[in-house]
């Protein structure tokens, strides 16, 4: 079964950057789409970003030019770099693990952007 462990969320203040982790385990990390999704309260949960397993990457129109999606094959790891944050960036982030329609997920990790 497949595990995916998010870290590095916390508080923040607009403007500032954050990255978070996402460790993935009992899986063949390489071949699979990895993504972040993101819920805020009383919203619903959206796609932020996403990289295939060759590379190609997606962003949310949101984020487009302020967050990085990246992954390392060699240590089981996606990583989302996001700058310039806003308080609208406020959510619970969530690792995905896609496969031909099979979805995995992590616990979440909070991201709060305020002053």
């Known amino acids: 079964q497949v595990q995916l462990v998010e870290s590095g969320g916390g508080l923040i203040q607009p403007g500032g950057s954050l990255r978070l982790s996402c460790a993935a385990s009992?899986?063949?990390?390489?071949?699979?789409?990895m993504a972040w999704y993101r819920q805020a309260p009383g919203k619903q949960r959206e796609l932020v970003a996403s990289i295939t397993r060759g590379g190609d990457t997606n962003y949310a129109d949101s984020v487009k030019g302020r967050f990085t999606i990246s992954r390392d094959n060699a240590k089981n790891g996606v990583y989302l770099q996001m700058n310039s944050l806003k308080p609208e960036d406020t959510a619970i982030y969530y690792c995905?693990?896609?496969?031909?329609?099979?979805?995995?997920w992590g616990q979440g990790t909070q991201v709060t952007v305020s002053s």
């Open positions: 995905n693990a896609a496969l031909i329609g099979a979805n995995s």
């Open positions: 009992r899986m063949i990390f390489s071949i699979y789409t």
